[in-house]
């Protein structure tokens, strides 16, 4: 059986390299331009090749899936964290909020089926913040009712404040460090 690859559509661009790595030793004329994205889907971090003669801007959604592309030539390879200029790093964290915020409604489903992992661990737990007693207290309240949207579970479960803020920030955790041992959203 074929193992699925996941293949990014749409990624948002961290950082904008008009002319190239400034480490790279080549003569300036010789460098091309270099995107580092993150991918919409899987959290995948990216480096791309833009177009001749195009440019892109930072947070920009980029289409990067299968057919024409207007803005990149190739996807080039995949990044690790520490690839990461330090303009990337420090976008990344708004970046990835805004990709948790438009796709609410699946992060809102993880706070409404979120399991155990092990018999003392449960997925909420893995959440920055998020100890046994706030992770009692969701549990509760998603008994009474599914939790709508972030502001709902903002409202209902008391000392939640900003949960899109709490993904982003676990998502992050798992971008940084490739040994993780429980892996939630990034895969």
């Known amino acids: 059986m074929k193992k699925e690859e996941k293949k990014e559509e749409y990624v948002r661009v961290l950082d904008y390299l008009p002319y190239g790595y400034p480490e790279d030793p080549r003569p300036i004329y010789q460098k091309k331009p270099v995107v580092q994205a993150i991918g919409e ?23 990067i899936g299968e057919g024409e592309r207007e803005h990149i030539n190739h996807v080039k390879r995949r990044l690790r964290w520490n690839e990461l200029t330090n303009a990337a790093r420090s976008e990344l964290p708004y970046v990835v909020e805004e990709i948790v915020k438009e796709r609410e409604k699946e992060f809102v489903e993880f706070f409404n089926k979120a399991q155990p992992i092990t018999p003392r661990l449960n997925a909420l737990e893995l959440l920055p913040g ?55 959203f990034v895969r």
């Open 130 to 184: 998020v100890g046994k007693k706030l992770m009692w207290t969701i549990l509760e309240e998603r008994q009474k009712g599914e939790f709508k949207s972030f502001g709902d579970l903002s409202q209902r479960v008391k000392g939640l404040h900003h949960p899109e803020k709490l993904i982003a920030k676990r998502i992050i955790e798992e971008l940084k460090d490739e040994n993780i041992k429980y892996r939630i």
């Open 41 to 63: 889907r899987y959290f995948t971090l990216l480096e791309l090749i833009p177009k001749e003669g195009k440019s892109v801007n930072i947070h920009q959604r980029v289409y």
